[in-house]
């Protein structure tokens, strides 16, 4: 008897703490990713972390992008490929922010570009966007999407002579910022 009632006890327990696969968040209902940043380089779908491995904004290395005017977020593919979206703080809001050639003078949102395995010159990004999505300025989140053409003399107008070299299309971003690493 003390067997049957343990077996039935465990066989309870058992069934107890099996779940149902059946949610109803589908993909669909929340489109989320593993990665901070994503984007198609040529065609080539690209998965990024910051280069710490999270989704952490970082800070910008450079004083043309002051900290207290830009959140840097940075998406490394590998040691020596990555984007870096520099948000003006000023433009922390829903909306579209067109790229165009660096100023590297903290005046407006911009985008930089390391394709070192292309092979290549520098890639400058000359024409695109960023577009804010959305903005939680309590959790502080920011996420978005992206796309733009680089160029190899940024000096110069997109012509024969100097053609579109990369083209960046489909990127999205989802970073926490303002907190520490």
Known sequence: MKITKTLLLLFVLILGSCSSDDSSETPENNPTSKYAMTAKIDGTLWEMQNPFGSDYATKPLFTYYPESEYIQLQGRKNLIDEIRIFIKRSDLKVGTYPITAATYDAS???????????????????????????????????????????????????????????????????YRYDVSN
């Open 108 to 174: 407006k949102t911009q985008v930089e570009m390391s394709y070192n395995s292309k092979g290549t010159n520098i890639q400058y990004p000359v024409e695109g966007s960023v577009i804010i999505t959305a903005v939680d300025t309590n959790a502080k989140t920011v996420k978005g999407t992206f796309s733009f053409n680089c160029v190899e003399d940024d000096s110069k107008p997109i012509s024969t002579s100097n053609p579109i070299t990369t083209n960046v299309t489909d990127g999205t971003f989802s």
